[in-house]
């Protein structure tokens, strides 16, 4: 049984900092593709970054040079670092792994991604 389970999210202030943890299992890690999410209240889920099986990665605009994702293959976990964050990035984030290895616009598309976790909280306060 797959399971993706998020971490490390918070209260932070504006221009803060945060780590945020995606822990799998019941998957060969190393052979997915795998990004963040996020929803907030009334939004669609949007993409946030992703990080290829090859370790390519790409980020949404609104987070580039921000935000850092990464992987680690031994430890099963992919994660996101959030540096200089805004009020505008609270949402729930969410970690995806790929159903199949994802090609350009396949990265934003939240039904290319076969398994999810249940999300982390992030609230960014003024």
């Known amino acids: 049984q797959v399971q993706l389970v998020e971490s490390g999210g918070g209260l932070v202030q504006a221009g803060g900092s945060l780590t945020l943890s995606c822990a799998a299992s019941?998957?060969?890690?190393?052979?997915?593709?795998m990004a963040w999410f996020r929803q907030s209240p009334g939004k669609e889920r949007e993409f946030v970054a992703g990080?290829?099986?090859?370790?390519?990665?790409l980020y949404a605009e609104f987070v580039k040079g921000r935000f850092t994702i990464s992987r680690d293959n031994s430890a099963k976990t992919a994660s996101l670092q959030m540096d200089s964050v805004e009020i505008g990035d609270t949402a729930v984030y969410y970690c995806?792994?790929?159903?199949?290895?994802?090609?350009?616009?396949?990265?934003?598309?939240?039904?290319?991604?076969?398994?999810w976790g249940h999300g982390t909280q992030v609230t960014v306060s003024a």
């Open positions: 995806g792994a790929g159903r199949r290895r994802l090609l350009g616009r396949d990265w934003y598309q939240t039904a290319a991604y076969g398994y």
């Open positions: 990080i290829g099986w090859s370790l390519g990665t």
């Open positions: 019941g998957l060969t890690f190393s052979t997915y593709d």
